[in-house]
């Protein structure tokens, strides 16, 4: 068993309406120091594979398809073994 977590963000180049509502918020708590706050989701899939590479595709191939729009956002991910007691 994998489990692969998945970062999905908007592309530098898309506004982020979000991102810019909480920057101003920070600032407004005082921490003048942060710029630029993006706002993105954060996936975790357990993935039943048979090797680390399986799992990887298998989630690579679930971002494209269904997590991430391809026009609007970028996608990363970290797959890790789960150890079973």
């Known amino acids: 068993m994998y489990l692969s977590k998945i970062t999905v963000t908007l592309r530098k180049s898309i506004l982020d309406p979000q ?19 993006r706002i993105g989701k954060f996936i975790e899939l357990s993935v039943n594979a048979s090797s680390k590479n399986e799992a990887e595709l298998v989630t690579r191939d679930v971002c494209q398809k ?4 391809p ?5 990363s991910f970290v797959v ?3 150890k079973e007691d």
């Open 19 to 37: 991102g810019k509502a909480v920057e101003h918020g920070i600032h407004s708590l005082g921490f003048e120091s942060v710029e630029d706050v």
């Open 71 to 75: 026009v609007m956002e970028d996608f």
């Open 66 to 69: 269904l997590l991430a729009n």
């Open 80 to 82: 890790e073994e789960v």
